[in-house]
């Protein structure tokens, strides 16, 4: 069994990005942005009612305070600050959850601060430990290898992307750099079954690398994200994988 999930409730005020609903309609978890990348209450509360009302998983995707970058500009955050805010976030998203009927199951980092928590310790330190403050049992969705794995205290379930380059040593490509982002149905959903049965994908330099997880990302903000995530479930679930919240 692997889960399928995607970021969603990334508008903020009058403006949307992505098809939400349709998306709900596939996955089985939602990362749901906290208001510190995109998102606001509305936003936030929309989401998540769709969300209990279609029995998706609700994760908190929380993020570096980047309204205007997306949240895709590395940031250097004082620990203490970066757990307090990531803290605050996961508070937020999981009163509106509960006002909804539902409750926030897991933690994904997003952008800038997802990939920096694979090589700092000091700033993967600092969000395990607002995870723990909150709910220790929420697990932290991360790469294989991630820093995360070295911190105490903490579940860390690993996450794969279907949609997205590899570089050899299991990273993902930049996305300043041209293909980092791959649009072409038929190549996504190859990858994913690849990643989903045999736990590995070939990175940018035709190596193979070792992505065994219990979670594949599809990105809601990805042109074509649900035509994407269709083709994903489809085919994964030919090749004989069930798909199911890991949460």
């Known amino acids: 069994m692997i889960d399928l999930n995607a ?26 942005a906290c208001g510190f990348h995109a998102g606001d209450p509305l936003i936030m509360r929309r989401t998540c009612a769709a969300a209990v009302e279609r029995g998706v ?6 993020s570096y305070r980047d309204l205007a970058g997306f949240g895709r500009r590395e940031m250097d955050v ?14 937020a998203l999981d009163g509106i959850a509960r006002a909804e009927g539902g409750r926030v199951r897991y933690v994904k980092p997003h952008g800038a601060l997802y990939n920096r928590l694979v090589r700092d310790p000091a700033q993967a330190e600092a969000v ?3 995870v723990v403050a909150y709910d220790p049992s929420l697990p932290l969705l991360t790469l294989p290898g991630s820093a995360l794995h070295d911190v105490g205290g903490v579940t860390v379930v690993d996450e794969c992307f ?3 380059a590899y570089n050899p040593d299991g990273t993902l490509v930049s996305r300043r750099r041209p293909g980092a982002v791959i649009e072409d149905e038929q190549e996504v959903a190859a990858r ?3 990643m989903a049965v045999d736990g590995t994908v070939e990175s940018i330099g035709g190596s193979v690398v070792r992505v065994a997880a219990r979670s594949m990302c599809v990105h809601g903000d990805t042109p074509g994200a649900v035509g994407l995530a269709r083709a994903v479930r489809t085919t994964i679930e030919r090749a004989g994988v069930r798909l199911g919240p890991f949460a």
Request: aromatic content about 6%; overall charge negative; charged content about 20%.
């Open 78 to 91: 004082a620990p203490e600050e970066l757990t307090a805010e990531v803290l605050y976030q996961i508070a």
């Open 162 to 164: 279907a949609d997205r």
């Open 192 to 194: 994913a079954v690849r």
């Open 128 to 130: 395990a430990a607002a």
């Open 57 to 62: 998983a609700i994760g908190a995707q929380v």
């Open 7 to 32: 970021d969603l409730g990334e508008g903020f005020g009058p403006w949307r990005l992505g098809d939400d609903l349709a998306l709900l309609s596939i996955v089985t978890s939602a990362n749901v």
